[in-house]
């Protein structure tokens, strides 16, 4: 059995998959595999993938049925690995040559640690480094934990034995299923921060850093904020109007929203039936 098992979900990245392979290959630490799961590409990915491996038997390729969605391709990939330290590694990204070596020597030495993670370096179309985002160490289930600034960040590494320990990946999750299962990992064990560049991130048009995709993240990482408080039997109403709605501007649009309703000009237009949602409001 390998020391780490590196866990890569694919779909429609074959064509930016060799420069993460070539970082595999150039780890000062060796003994590793590397299992893939494609979720249903719909371009020559699997092709371009398997010229790339060639004959390297430390990587396996696993496929999903259909296109399946994140979460339950890379619930999978956990299932399929056989280390009992994983990570995972996008297609389109790489690791800094040492980054197994170091993550390895932090999980011996941390032996309590579910997570051992690092900062990552945001990085061009063509992996060029642009800047550093430093991520956290967590020490309390405070807002840290709840990872709206990336605490808990690339590259993000775990002991299975202690994964398992809580409820998984969700699939139902379609993005930011990380967000959630960090949260339930760091709600059983302590997680370690190692203040090292580990991780290169690849931003392109077509990732999860592009405005489109960033809203969509942000909703599901909400998802996984109301799963929490549910598992954790708190409430995160005051979260969300803090976020996003300032409260003194809350209560005024509300003290506003009731005068209108209870204006007679509403009350009339109600009557008119010019106003069909009034009872809704």
Same mark, same amino acid.
């Given at each position: ?22 970082s ?22 699997? $092709? ?36 009992e ?23 011996? $030495? ?44 690339h ?28 949260m ?24 999860i ?38 409260k ?34």
């Amino acid at each position: 059995m390998s020391k780490f098992s590196v866990l890569i979900a694919n779909y429609n990245n074959g064509h930016f998959f060799e420069k993460c392979y070539q970082s595999l290959v150039a780890q000062t630490e060796t003994d590793w595999e590397a299992i893939i799961v494609d979720d249903g590409s719909t371009d020559n990915s699997l $092709e371009i993938i398997k010229k790339i491996i060639g004959d390297d038997q430390r990587v396996k390729i696993n496929l999903n049925d259909q296109n399946r969605g994140i979460g339950y391709t890379k619930r999978k990939l956990i299932a399929l690995a056989e280390s009992e330290i994983c990570g995972f590694l996008d297609p389109d990204d790489a690791l800094t040559r040492h980054a197994l070596e170091f993550v390895l020597k932090t999980h011996s $030495e941390n032996p309590e640690a579910g997570l051992v993670y690092s900062n990552f370096v945001r990085c061009d179309e063509y992996l060029n480094p642009v800047s550093v985002h430093k991520a956290k160490q967590i020490t309390e289930l405070d807002q840290s934990y709840y990872n709206f600034n990336a605490e808990i960040s690339h590259f993000v590494t775990f002991k299975k034995k202690i994964y398992e320990k809580t409820s998984g990946i969700d699939p139902f999750l379609k993005i930011a299923e990380d967000k959630d299962w960090y949260m339930k990992m760091c709600e059983i064990a302590p997680v370690k921060y190692i203040d090292e560049d580990l991780y290169l991130y690849r931003i392109h048009d077509s990732g999860i850093s592009t405005t489109k995709n960033s809203e969509k993240a942000l909703f599901w990482h909400w998802v996984a904020l109301i799963k929490m408080a549910e598992r954790r039997n708190i409430s995160v109403e005051d979260l969300f109007l803090q976020s996003y709605v300032p409260k003194n501007k809350y209560d005024h649009a509300l003290n506003q929203l009731n005068h209108v309703k209870n204006s007679r000009w509403a009350k009339l237009g109600n009557k008119l039936g010019f106003f069909k949602i009034f009872k809704n409001l």
